[in-house]
């Protein structure tokens, strides 16, 4: 394993942005490299340990998945190598397999959510409402049960540092059109459909998840980001799993269960974590890659 890395510095190329965990690179007018550090972000604050492998584990898992998905629309992923744009061999030593060098896209301006179990701010929903993000669902579910049929939650994207807000199907077609609404919320569940019946197969659930995606010049649209990751996603054990409470997970819920514990009100600074609590994280994320990928 690469030594962690909490932030990259590539003073050859234009930093773009640099967001709770990706830093984001110009190589030209068509490409961009996308870093994925170890940085670890809970709510909306970056922590200030990197998690060991972290950044190497998602960008390996969004990787896989782009396969396995390339057959229902195309993804990010350029041709261009990393060393085309990092030729320094020092430096891609250090990045290890955090990088990767995308096509330029215009990123649309929803996040599509897909939600397969009752939990997290979807449960809270149903215990207020009865619905989650205005879809009327069946009386007495429990925490953490599977729903009958997974539904489609799309949200806002908050600036840096805010919340996304949860919006409906209808407000989807307001900002992006009739046509590609659709054709977003379908490839959605669909992805989703399929990702969650492997990932059983291999003993993990995968309760919900977030899909981002981005148009070409010529208006084709692209699955880009990441991409089923433990950062996007809720990925629980299978033989672990017990409706009627929060299930343990492979993904950063563990170190959110843990920052609940303490009295901190979620703004920056955030705390810093004892280091069992990093290690364990670290083993979480490198036992989905596992499971999943093997």
């Not at 909490?6 to 984001?24: A, M, P, T, W, Y």
């Not at 584990?57 to 990787?63: C, I, K, M, W």
């Not at 992805?191 to 010529?218: M, N, P, V």
């Not at 433990?230 to 170190?255: E, H, I, L, M």
Request: one cysteine or more.
């Amino acid at each position: 394993m690469n030594p962690p890395l909490f932030q990259s510095d590539l003073s050859h190329l234009e930093l773009l942005n640099r967001g709770k965990v990706r830093d984001i690179y110009a190589v030209d007018e068509d490409h961009l490299l996308i870093v994925t550090s170890d940085r670890l972000s809970a709510f909306d604050v970056i922590l200030p340990q990197p998690v060991p492998g972290k950044g190497e584990v998602l960008t390996r898992l969004s990787n896989f998945w782009f396969s396995q998905t390339r057959d229902l629309l195309p993804n990010h992923l350029s041709r261009k190598t990393l060393a085309e744009v990092v030729p320094d061999e020092h430096q891609r030593a250090e990045l290890g397999d955090r990088a990767i060098v995308v096509k330029r896209l215009q990123p649309l301006p929803i996040e599509a959510i897909v939600r397969g179990y009752l939990i997290g701010s979807g449960w809270k929903d149903y215990q207020g409402s009865g619905t989650v993000c205005g879809i009327p669902l069946p009386d007495n579910l429990r925490q953490a049960d599977q729903l009958a049929e997974a539904i489609y939650t799309p949200s806002t994207k908050a600036e840096f540092g805010e919340h996304d807000d949860n919006i409906s199907y209808e407000q989807t077609i307001e900002l992006l059109g009739e046509s590609l609404a659709e054709k977003v919320r379908t490839l959605s569940l669909k992805i989703y459909s399929d990702a969650a019946s492997y990932a059983r197969e291999r003993g993990i659930i995968i309760a919900d998840t977030k899909f981002e995606f981005g148009l070409d010049k010529d208006n084709e649209l692209y699955l880009i980001d990441e991409v089923l990751t433990p950062d996007s996603s809720r990925f629980w054990p299978a033989d672990q799993y017990q409706p009627g409470t929060s299930p343990p997970s492979y993904d950063k819920q563990f170190v959110r269960d843990y920052l609940e514990t303490l009295d901190w009100d979620k703004t920056p600074p955030g705390p810093e974590l004892p280091e069992d609590i990093v290690v364990r994280t670290a083993r979480k994320y490198a036992e989905a890659e596992r499971v999943l990928t093997a």
